[in-house]
């Protein structure tokens, strides 16, 4: 958690804590009823304010990861018959026919400061998450891509 959030949390917890007691002291120097009637309000005001946070909440733009770390690094768009198209990092995408594939698939992440080589000619694959691709069999990835396998017959071990 950020500095920021554990201080909201402690501070709130602190003023529950703090209504609380209150509202036992209200029942040991007047009455129940009135406690139960304070009770009420407090809870109301508590919803509300539930309410309010939850729609701050839920229009809230999306956290933004640092570069190279995958999820929500683009938009991703792949037209074409067959194609691929993952909102964040995927670990192998295959778009052939009658493909044979073991072992797992590889981690999307590559570490910072290495570059994935990719290809059947080794060239390095260029760093443009979420570049819109087009054509049959089109991979896209808003993140990372640990391995493309397109094609019809493929035999990877």
Do not use: K, W
């Amino acid at each position: 958690m950020r500095r920021r959030t554990r201080v909201v949390v402690g501070a709130v917890a602190v003023l529950c804590a703090a209504v609380s007691v209150g509202l036992v002291m209200l029942v040991v120097v007047r009455d129940l009823n009135t406690a139960g009637q304070a009770a009420g309000i407090v809870g109301s005001v508590a919803s509300l304010a539930a309410f309010v946070l939850a729609l701050y909440a839920l229009y809230q733009p999306p956290a933004t990861p640092a570069p190279g770390t995958g999820e929500g690094a683009g938009a991703a768009s792949a037209t074409g018959p067959r194609s691929v198209t993952v909102s964040g990092s995927v670990g192998r995408a295959v778009t052939g026919d009658n493909n044979r594939l073991s072992g797992a698939a590889p981690d999307p992440h590559v570490p910072p400061g290495q570059s994935r080589s990719g290809g059947h000619d080794g060239a390095p694959v260029p760093e443009t998450p979420g570049t819109p691709r087009a054509g049959e069999r089109a991979v896209s990835a808003g993140g990372d891509i640990g391995e493309v396998v397109t094609g019809d017959g493929n035999t990877l071990a």
